[in-house]
Structure formats: C-alpha cells, structure tokens
Nanobody, 123 residues
Framework: QVQLVESGGGLVQSGGSMRLSCTPSRFTLRYYLIAWFRQAPGKEREGVSCISYSTSTTAYADSVKGRFTISRDSAEKAVYLQMSSLKPEDTAVYYC????????????????WGQGTQVTVSS
C-alpha cells in the first residue's frame, strides 16, 4: 500500500486560509482516488473531500462546501486541500487516504493512517 504523508498544517486566525498537501512516500498518486478526512478532539473522524484520479469527480462535506477546494498536481505527486474562510470548528488533525470511491466520504476501515497534520483555527 502506498503510504501518504500529510503536511501544511499550523495555526491560523478565523477567516484565514491554509493549504494542505498529501504526498506519497514513493511512486505517484496516479490512478488513485484520494480523500481528506479530519478528526477533532473528542470527535470521530469524518470525511472532508475527495478527488478522482481524472479530477472529473470531486466531493465535499456540506460543512466545507464553498470554502475548501481539493486538487491534484499535474505530475501526480500531490493532492492539495485549499482551505479558505477557516472557522474554529475546522480545528482538527487532517489526514489523507486512498479510497475506492468518491461517491461517499465514509471513513475507510482498517486503513493504515499517516500521522496527519494539525490545523488550529483561533477565534
């Protein structure tokens, strides 16, 4: 299984922007569907966004629609999550994962998660 590494998190003020990156430990992300998930303290992990390998399909959780944009670079070396108009409730550890479909944002079971990247939005 291709291991994914998340990066780009940090501390930002409410209303600010941030871009997260998801990169493979080796090879490329070509032909993989990639999704972002997040887990806030005391809450279950939830799906945020997903992108197909052709970029023809993207999906977003209702809570981030219109504020977050998922994309992948042309060299298939990374998938990005551009986050804008951030809110304190977006505070969470963000993870990316290879998924089998973007029709849902269900959290994959028995997945070997990376360390994630912490996003903290101050009010």
């Amino acid at each position: 299984q291709v291991q994914l590494v998340e990066s780009g998190g940090g501390l930002v003020q409410s209303g600010g922007s941030m871009r997260l990156s998801c990169t493979p430990s080796r090879f490329t992300l070509r032909y993989y569907l990639i999704a972002w998930f997040r887990q806030a303290p005391g809450k279950e992990r939830e799906g945020v966004s997903c992108i197909s390998y052709s970029t023809s399909t993207t999906a977003y959780a209702d809570s981030v629609k219109g504020r977050f944009t998922i994309s992948r670079d042309s060299a298939e070396k990374a998938v990005y999550l551009q986050m804008s108009s951030l809110k304190p409730e977006d505070t969470a550890v963000y993870y990316c994962a290879i998924v089998s479909t973007c029709n849902t944002l269900d959290v994959p079971q028995h997945y070997s998660w990376g360390q994630g990247t912490q996003v903290t939005v101050s009010s």
